[in-house]
Nanobody
Framework: QLQLVESGGDLVQPGGSLRLSCAAHGFTLEQYTIGWFRQAPGKEREGVSCISSFSDSTLYADSVKGRFTVARTGDKRTVWLQMFSLKPEDTGVYYC??????????????????WGQGTQVTVSS
């Protein structure tokens, strides 16, 4: 059974940095496109970034472009989301989702078949 586990969320001050990880258990992510999404209270889940299977091409939401970077580890079992210059509006639960050999896209979230449990990111002074 495919299982994803997110970690790395924390409370951080505006301007700070965090690195989130999405770890695969029981499989490798090489053939899977990974999408990072976030959900703030009372809001819909929104796409933040994705990295495609095989080619590792990436896509970012305009709101995070230039501040966030997504990458795979060499063993193909983890995908990182490095976040710099964090803002209060980046606050939310961050989820990673995966789809087998799917194209990289930030919407809709329903195209991603498997999800982790999420990790909380809070940006506040």
């Amino acid at each position: 059974q495919l299982q994803l586990v997110e970690s790395g969320g924390d409370l951080v001050q505006p301007g700070g940095s965090l690195r989130l990880s999405c770890a695969a258990h029981g499989f490798t992510l090489e053939q899977y496109t990974i999408g990072w999404f976030r959900q703030a209270p009372g809001k819909e889940r929104e796409g933040v970034s994705c990295i495609s299977s095989f080619s590792d091409s990436t896509l970012y939401a305009d709101s995070v472009k230039g501040r966030f970077t997504v990458a795979r580890t060499g063993d193909k079992r983890t995908v990182w989301l490095q976040m710099f210059s964090l803002k209060p509006e980046d606050t939310g639960v961050y989820y990673c989702g995966t789809v087998y050999r799917g194209s990289c896209a930030l919407a809709p979230a329903s195209r991603y078949a498997y999800w982790g449990q999420g990790t909380q990111v809070t940006v506040s002074s």
